[in-house]
C-alpha cells in the first residue's frame, strides 16, 4: 500500500489487567524500506493515537533518521538488530525486519 496508506500488518494489541489504554502494548509491522521507514513510523503512531500524522512532534531532531538508517544498510540477519527509543510518549522498539512495539507512558502526547 502507498505511504498514506494503513500502516503495514500485524495487529496485535496486549493489555495488562483490565482494559486501561495505559497499559497497552502495540505490535506491528512496518515495510522496512530505504527512504520512507522514519514515516511509516510516524504513521503507525498516528493510527494508534487517531490522530493525523501532521499532529505529531518532529522525530528527525529526536533520532536523526535512525530507522531509515537501519533500513538503508541493514546489519546481517545474524545480528538481530534493534532500536530502542522513546517519542511522543511511547518507548517504541523496531527490529532490522520492520517489527513494531510500543508502549503507552503517557496520557496523549507530550507538549512541544
Do not use: C, W
Not at 500485524?10 to 515495510?31: F, L, N, Q, Y
Not at 545480528?79 to 525486519?97: E, H, N, R, V
Amino acid at each position: 500500500m502507498g505511504p498514506d496508506g494503513p500502516a503495514d500488518g500485524d495487529d496485535r494489541v496486549d493489555r495488562d489487567e483490565g482494559d486501561d489504554r495505559a497499559d497497552e502494548i502495540v505490535h506491528r509491522r512496518i515495510e522496512p524500506k530505504a527512504g520512507d521507514a522514519d514515516y511509516r513510523l510516524l504513521r503507525l503512531i498516528a493510527e494508534v493515537e487517531g490522530i493525523d500524522v501532521t499532529e505529531l512532534p518532529p522525530i528527525y531532531d529526536r533520532i536523526d533518521h535512525l530507522v531509515t538508517r537501519m533500513s538503508e544498510n541493514p546489519p546481517s540477519p545474524e545480528a538481530q538488530a534493534q532500536l530502542s527509543f522513546s517519542y511522543a510518549g511511547y518507548p517504541i522498539t523496531i527490529d532490522q525486519d520492520g517489527k513494531v512495539s510500543l508502549i503507552r507512558i503517557a496520557d496523549g502526547l507530550p507538549p512541544e
